[in-house]
């Protein structure tokens, strides 16, 4: 799948809120909050056209029984898929959608990771350009490579994070 860095657009977040609804059905009492995170978070950012969907759920075993439903909406099911304590769908193949990433309320580790790298971006204009502009350039040396692409922000995006939430506890 090639790798296709996007301009910002108003309409990720309306996207977003359309999800959001249909989520909220489906979760009901189990959903504790949804955020949009990941860079179509972020105004201005430039962004794989992405959906990411942080979902914050009071048991994460309880999870597996909406499954069915989420499927309906035309996600794939991926468990895990390499975080522990994560459950994780998938939306689209070609284009990808959304991602949905599920953890339970007192996973605070993954959670404030996530919203601290959002709001950081969104504070920090130049760091959000500084970003953008290393995604395109990765996208233009890796069309079809997902897992070069990956790695080559893996170093940035630890050093953001890092960044975030040290800045996030001072706020």
Do not use: M, W
């Given at each position: 799948m090639e790798i296709e860095i996007h301009n910002p657009h108003h309409e990720w977040q309306q996207v977003f809120e359309i999800e959001r609804i249909k989520l909220e059905k489906i979760f009901e009492k189990e959903m504790?909050?949804?955020?949009?995170?990941?860079?179509?978070?972020?105004?201005?950012?430039?962004?794989?056209?992405?959906?990411?969907?942080?979902?914050?759920?009071?048991?994460?075993?309880?999870?597996?029984?909406?499954?069915?439903?989420?499927?309906?909406?035309?996600?794939?099911?991926?468990?895990?898929?390499?975080?522990?304590?994560r459950r994780f769908f998938i939306k689209g193949e070609k284009p990808r959608t959304h991602h949905i990433h599920v953890f339970q309320k007192d996973n605070s580790l993954d959670i404030n990771r996530h919203l601290a790298v959002r709001n950081y971006l969104i504070y920090h204009h130049d760091v959000a350009?500084?970003?953008?502009?290393?995604?395109?350039?990765?996208?233009?040396?890796?069309?079809?490579?997902?897992?070069?692409?990956?790695?080559?922000?893996?170093?940035?995006?630890?050093?953001?994070?890092?960044k975030a939430l040290e800045w996030e506890l001072k706020r």
């Open positions: 504790l909050s949804i955020h949009h995170i990941g860079s179509t978070a972020v105004p201005g950012l430039k962004a794989k056209p992405i959906i990411d969907i942080l979902l914050v759920v009071e048991n994460i075993e309880k999870v597996n029984k909406f499954n069915k439903r989420i499927e309906d909406l035309g996600y794939e099911v991926l468990g895990e898929n390499g975080i522990k304590g350009n500084e970003y953008g502009k290393l995604k395109v350039k990765l996208a233009q040396q890796f069309p079809n490579d997902r897992a070069g692409y990956c790695n080559g922000k893996a170093h940035f995006l630890k050093q953001l994070e890092q």
